[in-house]
């Protein structure tokens, strides 16, 4: 069942709106869902690390692909006082040139967690550079899926795909 409480926080943050959009994947939509916008809201943040804290095992450790999922795993880290670390799209060409920052050692189980899925290409770049890294992951999951294609492509690489939200979900009832 979808989470009325972060459907309305959503839409009271003005995340959810309506119109014609390019997305990051060269395609349009007649909907955005602005992660910015409920990413800097602190009630939108505090339900979202809320939801992810009661998806995250006890076992895993947490990771966030930058920039956009920062803040969602830092505060999920709050709230579940586990350690994170975040995946860049691609390593640092200055200091220590890392593509993954923060603590993780060979075998750690980590979730991934993501702001939008639309394609799923950002969250399986993510988990490859992890597993490169030593990391058993197996899970993403994510603010919104907007169901178009995301769940399919992170299965072709064993990668499940858990949303708080579906588009379905975020657009039924909605004033658009």
Excluded: W
């Excluded at 309305?8 to 910015?36: C, I, M, N, P």
């Excluded at 994170?84 to 040139?97: C, H, L, P, S």
């Excluded at 990391?135 to 858990?162: F, M, N, P, S, T």
């Amino acid at each position: 069942m979808a989470n009325a409480a972060l459907i309305e926080a959503l839409r009271a943050a003005d995340a959810v709106q309506f119109g014609e959009f390019e997305l990051s994947h060269g395609g349009t939509s007649s909907y955005y869902v602005d992660k910015y916008l409920f990413e800097t809201d602190p009630r939108c943040l505090k339900l979202i690390a809320e939801a992810f804290a009661e998806r995250v095992a006890d076992d895993d450790k947490l990771a966030g692909v930058a920039l956009g999922a920062v803040p969602l795993v830092a505060a999920t880290a709050v709230e579940t006082n586990k350690p994170y670390v975040i995946a860049r799209k691609k390593a640092k060409e200055y200091g220590t040139a890392k593509r993954i920052e923060g603590a993780l050692d060979e075998g750690e189980e980590v979730v991934v967690l993501e702001d939008i899925a639309t394609t799923g290409q950002s969250a399986v770049d993510a988990v490859e550079a992890l597993r490169e890294a030593g990391a058993v992951v197996d899970r993403v999951v994510v603010v919104v899926d907007r169901q178009e294609g995301a769940a399919e492509l992170l299965a072709d690489h064993d990668i499940a795909l858990e949303s708080l939200l579906t588009a379905e979900d975020l657009l039924a009832d909605a004033d658009g």
